[in-house]
């Protein structure tokens, strides 16, 4: 991979870390996630005046994108309700890397080097040891982080193939946002029947600029998805996993104990075999 993937990966990485860890701390997390959405959707709607249209190769998959990403929301939500940011997300990145390369090598063809494949390994095996220790997070909130990363390998599959349709990345992603941003509140009324928005309130505005920060990891993801191959980019990505323990430890005074600083140096070294 190149120099520019690489830090495309990286950089969403610290990004994506950063709104869960706003996301974990926060209150009503299904209604944070929901008005997150809205920050993303008015980035994106002039974007869809801009660029051309997707062609009709791609909607199936801007369409499924969508409509899996609001799963994935809604599951995080429910996983967060019990488990600390260190504990659930490591068990949603590290169920990811793998399920995508194993995706990419039999659905878009992709064919990673030894190397890579060294990488994606250790990737995922340091990022489910993180998960470990007396501390962790119940079984339910286990589970829902498995099934959450489960839905994020498929999109970030369905991503990788669907991209690849359209003439740039930007239209794609731009597709992918306000149909997520339309469908996420969709799935909030028809859960809670109704959703009032207090645009004066602080949390308000506090959810905008963490769907900000989420949408921007995306693009920068998918970015990065147009110029590489999905397996050892998402690897990349998933170390976002180290930022987020130590988010986790800073910020929300969780424990930082030997063996996550173990795992963190694991993630490390699959992420340089990446590199090369």
């Not at 990286?10 to 809205?38: C, E, K, P, Q, Y």
């Not at 998959?61 to 995080?76: E, K, R, T, W």
């Not at 980019?233 to 323990?245: D, M, N």
Request: glycine share 10%; with cysteine.
């Amino acid at each position: 991979m190149s120099a520019i993937v690489i830090g495309l990966a990286l950089f969403a990485a610290i990004l994506h870390a950063t709104w869960n860890a706003f996301l974990r701390s926060g209150g009503d997390r299904l209604r944070t996630v929901t008005v997150m959405s809205f920050a993303s959707t008015t980035v994106a709607l002039p974007f869809l005046f801009v660029y051309p249209l997707p062609t009709s190769d791609a909607w199936p998959y801007i369409l499924l994108s969508a409509a899996l990403q609001v799963g994935y929301s809604v599951f995080l939500v429910a996983a967060y309700r019990d488990g600390e940011l260190g504990q659930v997300y490591p068990i949603v990145r590290g169920t990811v890397p793998l399920l995508v390369t194993i995706g990419g090598f039999i659905i878009a063809g992709d064919r990673p080097d030894l190397s890579q494949i060294a990488g994606v390994v250790l990737v995922a095996l340091g990022i489910m040891s993180l998960s470990l220790g007396k501390r962790r997070a119940s079984t339910a909130s286990n589970l829902l982080a498995l099934a959450t990363g489960t839905i994020i390998a498929a999109y970030a599959t369905v991503d990788s193939i669907g991209v690849r349709q359209t003439s740039a990345s930007g239209t794609y992603t731009a597709w992918v946002l306000v149909l997520y941003g339309t469908f996420l509140p969709a799935m909030f009324i028809a859960m809670r029947r109704r959703l009032i928005v207090d645009f004066r309130a602080p949390d308000t505005w506090k959810a905008l600029g963490g769907g900000l920060v989420a949408m921007i990891a995306y693009g920068v993801v998918v970015a990065a998805f147009s110029l590489g191959p999905a397996g050892p980019i998402t690897a990349l990505r998933e170390t976002s996993v180290v930022f987020a323990v130590l988010i986790g430890w800073l910020f929300l005074k969780e424990t930082l104990t030997f063996r996550r600083i173990l795992a963190c140096l694991i993630v490390a070294a699959g992420a340089i075999l990446l590199g090369h």
